[in-house]
């Protein structure tokens, strides 16, 4: 079945530093893959997404690409404010599901 | 645009006491409609989605049931919870067509 897999964390890094989160997937077909992030206390909002191969989703200055021949989708920032800390969830979804498989969150902490 | 609520914000309910969470969606039709679980720990777990009224299918057997008496609204309900239904209850949406999902704000549930 389809799964993801995400860098564990709990990641701190300080404001301004360079953000990577990893994010790999198995899947049948070609899935279109997210990331969603959830502020404390919140629900998930999409962050952003891509649909095919070699499409690169963007939103807040937070890029990911999708990766067909490493099956990946990492996202990354170039420089981290205090107010992105949140939950980043990775997920993907199948042609044939009508759900999203999600990655298990990465907790970040950026710190003034 | 299309929005999504969720209500209420906040429940604290005693052991073996009903439940019901209810979710409305505006500004489309015929939407996909979801209820996810995410317990501590931050997994999301998907409980029930629907794709039309009364057509509700289960992902994870349990004493939480789901109805859709109308289009938009989505009804999350359980007859007697159990303190292992404590958590983050999420309500989401997507197209009929089914792309990209959209969460609501969430209803944090405490079974005491």
């Known amino acids: 079945g389809d799964s993801v897999t995400q860098m564990e964390g709990p990641v701190t890094l300080s404001e301004e530093a360079f953000l990577t989160i990893n994010c790999t997937y198995t899947a049948t077909g070609y899935p279109s893959l997210f990331w969603y992030v959830q502020y404390p206390g919140e629900g998930l909002q999409l962050l952003l997404k891509a649909t095919k191969a070699d499409d690169k989703g963007s939103n807040k200055g937070f890029e990911a690409t999708y990766r067909k021949e490493t099956t990946s989708f990492h996202l990354e920032k170039g420089s981290v404010q205090v107010s992105d800390s949140a939950v980043y969830f990775c997920a993907l979804s199948s042609g044939s599901a009508r759900q999203l498989t999600f990655g298990s969150g990465t907790q970040l902490t950026v710190l003034p | ?112």
Not at chain 2, 75 to 95: H, M, N, P, R, V
């Open chain 2, 1 to 112: 645009s299309q929005t999504i609520h969720q209500w209420p914000a906040t429940l604290v309910q005693p052991v073996g006491s009903p439940l019901s969470l209810e979710c409305t969606v505006e500004g489309t039709s015929n939407p996909n409609l979801y209820w996810y679980r995410q317990a501590a720990g931050r997994g999301l777990q998907l409980l029930f989605y629907s794709i039309g009224i009364d057509q509700i299918s289960s992902e994870v057997p349990q004493n939480l049931s789901a109805s859709r008496p109308q289009d938009r609204q989505f009804i999350l309900s359980s007859k007697k919870l159990l303190l292992s239904d404590s958590g983050f209850y999420l309500c989401a949406w997507s197209e009929w067509k089914w792309d990209t999902i959209y969460f609501g704000e969430g209803s944090w549930l405490t079974v005491v």
